[in-house]
């Protein structure tokens, strides 16, 4: 019996949509259930229900906790190193004096972001080398001794952290660049008149106004921190490092499923991850609108 076509003008807006539905449902929902349906399971080929013994043993796992830490670590360098660079960079490209070369600056910071991990990894891999690598010739002309960068756990961390400022410094600056272009121009010409001087117009004006955009920077530089797997799975020679030194919960957790077979294990670590992430996310978008509401 063919439709009325009032009753297919109703329904065809909800086929528009369906294949968006259809998509989400395939490809992140039955993931999803089925990744936290493993998590309580242990074996391979005979699966055993374990409840939740996977999560228990998580909570005391040692190791799981130093690649958290890592996670911190990292996170440090990138909010306090990365972005303050990044914020400098932008600021300075924003200056009416180098607006013709805004374009030239963004190519050259961006570059980096879209170079292949791997390759980065290698070519960084070569930098750092104790015997050969440039940057202790370099530090060699200044007198100091080498340096056994990704040899010693003291300096895996700080080594990551110049190659994520090398590589990611582009893109925060674009995102950056995109949050001062919002701010009107007559708010800082008042400033002006009215005798603020820049460091006065920074902190009471663009900063305030950057606050939405550095929201998502901060949660951005929080979730790639964390998420580090590429970078340093190639810089710790497919491994974890020295001492663990650059282990990350996503190394962590491929670690887990794909060189010990311990799917439920690994889907158990990948839940407690996101879980922690989501509570990291939610309260710094509390801080963030408390500061807001202060204002």
């Not at 958290?68 to 670590?73: F, I, L, R, Y």
């Not at 370099?138 to 994520?164: D, H, Q, R």
């Not at 663009?206 to 580090?228: D, K």
């Not at 670590?269 to 996101?274: A, E, H, K, L, R």
């Amino acid at each position: 019996m063919p439709f009325k076509s009032s009753t297919g003008l109703k329904i065809a807006p909800f086929l528009f949509i369906l294949p968006f539905f259809v998509h989400q449902a395939v490809f992140n929902l039955y993931p999803t259930i089925y990744g936290f349906w493993i998590s309580l399971y242990s074996g391979v080929s005979k699966l055993t229900f374990v409840w939740f013994q996977n999560y228990a043993y998580l909570l005391q796992d040692e190791r799981f906790w130093k690649s958290m830490g890592n996670g911190v670590k990292l996170t440090c360098g990138s909010l306090f190193i990365v972005l303050p660079i990044a914020l400098g960079v932008a600021l300075l490209i924003n200056q009416p004096f180098v607006e013709r070369r805004k374009g030239m600056f963004a190519t050259f910071f961006f570059t980096p972001n879209i170079t292949s991990a791997v390759a980065v990894a290698i070519v960084f891999s070569f930098i750092y080398n104790r015997e050969i690598g440039i940057l202790n010739s370099f530090l060699g002309l200044f007198g100091m001794e080498s340096i056994a960068w990704l040899e010693n756990p003291k300096w895996t961390i700080p080594a990551l952290i110049i190659m994520v400022t090398w590589r990611y410094l582009g893109i925060n600056i674009l995102y950056f660049l995109a949050g001062l272009q919002n701010i009107p121009y007559e708010l800082i010409e008042a400033a002006k008149i009215d005798g603020a001087n820049g460091i006065q117009r920074l902190w009471h004006i663009t900063l305030p106004l950057l606050r939405p955009i550095m929201t998502f920077i901060v949660f951005q530089a929080i979730i790639g921190s964390f998420s580090m797997f590429a970078e340093a799975y190639l810089l710790a020679n497919n491994g974890g490092g020295p001492n663990d030194s650059l282990l990350f919960p996503t190394m962590y957790m491929y670690e887990q499923a794909f060189r010990f077979q311990k799917f439920g294990y690994s889907s158990a670590i990948g839940y407690i991850f996101t879980l922690i992430l989501l509570i990291v996310g939610l309260i710094q978008i509390k801080l963030f609108q408390e500061q807001e509401s202060r204002r």
